[in-house]
Structures are given as C-alpha cells and as structure tokens.
T-cell receptor, first 112, second 115 residues
Framework: EDKVVQSPLSLVVHEGDTVTLNCSYE??????LLWYKQEKKAPTFLFML????IEKKSGRLSSILDKKELFSILNITATQTGDSAIYLC????????????FGTGTRLQVTL | DAGVIQSPRHEVTEMGQEVTLRCKPI?????LFWYRQTMMRGLELLIY????????DSGMPEDRFSAKMPNASFSTLKIQPSEPRDSAVYFC?????????????FGPGTRLTVL
C-alpha cells in the first residue's frame, strides 16, 4: 500500500522566517510527487516533481526530490501571512492509473 | 475554463436522510476522483473513475456510500442513510489520464454537516 508521511504536522513561524516542510513516501513504481497548498478551500497545485535533484522554483517557494532516499522538501523563504495554509504532499505510481496518495499535510501558520 | 464544478457547496441534513453530491469535471478530462477530508483523517480517496468506469472503490467507507458516473461530464456521490460521522468536506477532482504525471484539479468542495 502506498504511503506518504509529512512532517511537521504543524508549524508556527514569524513573518520573514524560512521554513522547510518534509515529505517521505513509499510507492510502487514511483511516477511523480506533487505539492498542493490548501487555504480555506480546495487544494491548489504548486509543484510536480519527477526527477531527483532538480529544483523547482516559483517565487519564494522551491522544492526538490530525492528518489534514492524517498523524500521531498518544500522550502518557503521570507514567509508572509498569506503563506498560512495546509501544505499537502501526494505521490502517484505508474501502476495506479493516475491515482494519488496524499499525506495528512503540514499546517503552517505565519504570524506578524 | 470553468474548472471542476461541485454542488451544493454546503449541505446540512439530519441523520438518516439521503444526501447526493454532484460533480462536473473539466471538459476533456477522463479521470474523476472523489475525496473526503476531515481534521482527523486528512484527505482520503473514496473512489475514482477512468472513462466513466469505476476503477478503485476501496476507499468507500461502507455500503451507505455509492458513486456513479453516467457520462463523461457528470458524477454523483450518494450517502444513504447519512450519519453524523459522515460530516466532512467532499472534494471532486479530475485529471487527464494520458498525461504522465498525475496532476489533478480540485473542485471547491461540498461541506456536509449531518446533525
């Protein structure tokens, strides 16, 4: 059974801090790892990672995948209150016909 | 593009009543997913369809839950009879199966409260 574990479960930081969110996984025939951001509504897509060692960046957010050690990290630099959300990690395998397995998420709160 | 459309956005019902949630996937997408999200269990996959055919319903909690996809543009998730523990946010998501990398697009969700 595919499994995704995220840490920490929750995090409170001050605006301007840098945070690192972790995601480890076990999946049959890995295809992709995805990060989503969820505020008070539906999850919205952030990144898709398929290859080890290649950093994806979008503004202050970046992510990287290690397929040997089976984990990914999501970094947020110079955090802002608008970054407060639940960050979800999900993995998909080639044998699961586009099915994703989600972690329980990391709840990030950025305070002034 | 209208994105994934779900209705209703909020539903409050009494225990024992039937509840039907509706979803319209993004046009051209051929995979559809129903998820349930609670504080305790996070985001759980209930069932998914490829080309209108149910592929994996192992996440459906029990026989009170059923899902259908009569055509490529519509799906329903039905709970009968509903119970208070079914209270959650139910998301529908869709994707294009032939893409390599599994990206799914989520609807706004239906917040269900069973009293």
């Amino acid at each position: 059974e595919d499994k995704v574990v995220q840490s920490p479960l929750s995090l409170v930081v001050h605006e301007g801090d840098t945070v690192t969110l972790n995601c480890s996984y076990e999946v049959t025939n890995f295809r992709s790892l995805l990060w989503y951001k969820q505020e008070k509504k539906a999850p919205t897509f952030l990144f898709m990672l398929t290859s080890s060692g290649i950093e994806k960046k979008s503004g202050r957010l970046s992510s990287i995948l290690d397929k040997k050690e089976l984990f990914s990290i999501l970094n947020i630099t110079a955090t802002q209150t608008g970054d407060s959300a639940i960050y979800l990690c999900a993995v998909g395998g080639t044998g699961t016909a586009s099915k994703l397995t989600f972690g329980t998420g990391t709840r990030l709160q950025v305070t002034l | 593009d209208a994105g994934v459309i779900q209705s209703p956005r909020h539903e409050v019902t009494e225990m024992g009543q039937e509840v039907t949630l509706r979803c319209k996937p993004i046009s051209g997408h051929n995979s559809l997913f129903w998820y349930r999200q609670t504080m305790m269990r996070g985001l759980e996959l209930l069932i998914y369809f490829n080309n209108n055919v149910p592929i994996d319903d192992s996440g459906m909690p029990e026989d009170r839950f059923s899902a259908k996809m009569p055509n490529a543009s519509f799906s329903t998730l039905k709970i009968q009879p509903s119970e208070p523990r079914d209270s959650a946010v139910y998301f529908c998501a869709s994707s294009f199966r032939q893409t390599l990398y599994n990206e799914q697009f989520f609807g706004p969700g239906t917040r269900l409260t069973v009293l």
